[in-house]
T-cell receptor, first 113, second 112 residues
C-alpha cells in the first residue's frame, strides 16, 4: 500500500541553526515526491518536488530536499532556520498507477529566536 | 490572479442536510482534487479528476460525491452529512496530474 510517514510530530530548532524535517515513503514504481507548507488558517503552499534527475532538489524560501532511493526518504532541509519558517510541513507522494496523492501526517516546525 | 477559490469558508450544518462546497480554479488546470485534513492524519484524498467528465475515488470517498462538468469547477457534494465528516476541506488543482498542486483556502465544516 502507498504511504508517507513523517515520524516527528514536532521539530524544534533555534533560529540560525540548520533544520531537517523527515519523510519516508512507500510507493510502487518511481515516486513523485513533494513538500508543502501550511501557515495558520491558510491552504497548503508548494515548496519543492522531486520527479527525476538530481537527488538534491532546491525549492522556495531556501529549502531543499534530498531524495534517497535506497532509504526511501525525502527529508526537507534548510541550512539556517528563520522564525518565519515556523509552520506545518507536509510530505506527499504521487501514486503513478492511479493518479492519487498520499500525504504524511504533518510536522510542526517551531523556530525559536 | 491565479487562484483556487472555495465557498463557503465556514459551514455549520445538521446531520442529513445536503450541502455543496464549490471549488473553482482560473488556471486552466486539468487535474483537480478534494482533500480532508484531520489532526494527526494529515490530508487524505477524497476524489480527484483528471479532466472534464473524468472523476475517480481517492482514499476516503465514502459519503461524498463530485462532478466535473466544466474544467474550472469541481464541487464537492455531501448528500447526507454525518458528524464524522466534520473536518477541514481543501480543493486543489494542478496543470497535469503529476505536478505541484495549488490549494484553495479551505472550508471548515461542522456537522452536528
Amino acid at each position: 500500500a502507498q504511504s508517507v510517514a513523517q515520524p516527528e510530530d514536532q521539530v524544534n530548532v533555534a533560529e540560525g541553526n540548520p533544520l531537517t524535517v523527515k519523510c519516508t515513503y512507500s510507493v510502487s514504481g518511481n515516486p513523485y515526491l513533494f513538500w508543502y507548507v501550511q501557515y495558520p488558517n491558510r491552504g497548503l503552499q508548494f515548496l519543492l518536488k522531486y520527479i527525476t534527475g538530481d537527488n538534491l532538489v532546491k525549492g522556495s524560501y531556501g529549502f531543499e530536499a534530498e531524495f534517497n532511493k535506497s532509504q526511501t526518504s525525502f527529508h526537507l532541509k534548510k541550512p539556517s532556520a528563520l522564525v518565519s519558517d515556523s509552520a506545518l510541513y507536509f510530505c506527499a507522494v504521487r501514486d503513478m498507477n492511479f493518479n492519487k496523492f498520499y500525504f504524511g501526517s504533518g510536522t510542526k516546525l517551531n523556530v525559536k529566536p | 490572479e491565479a487562484q483556487v477559490t472555495q465557498n463557503p469558508r465556514y459551514l455549520i450544518t445538521v446531520t442529513g442536510k445536503k450541502l455543496t462546497v464549490t471549488c473553482s480554479q482560473n488556471m486552466n488546470h486539468e487535474y483537480m482534487s478534494w482533500y480532508r485534513q484531520d489532526p494527526g492524519l494529515g490530508l487524505r484524498q477524497i476524489y480527484y479528476s483528471m479532466n472534464v467528465e473524468v472523476t475517480d475515488k481517492g482514499d476516503v470517498p465514502e459519503g461524498y460525491k463530485v462532478s466535473r462538468k466544466e474544467k474550472r469547477n469541481f464541487p464537492l457534494i455531501l448528500e447526507s452529512p454525518s458528524p464524522n465528516q466534520t473536518s477541514l476541506y481543501f480543493c486543489a488543482s494542478s496543470l497535469r496530474g503529476y505536478g505541484e498542486q495549488y490549494f484553495g483556502p479551505g472550508t471548515r465544516l461542522t456537522v452536528t
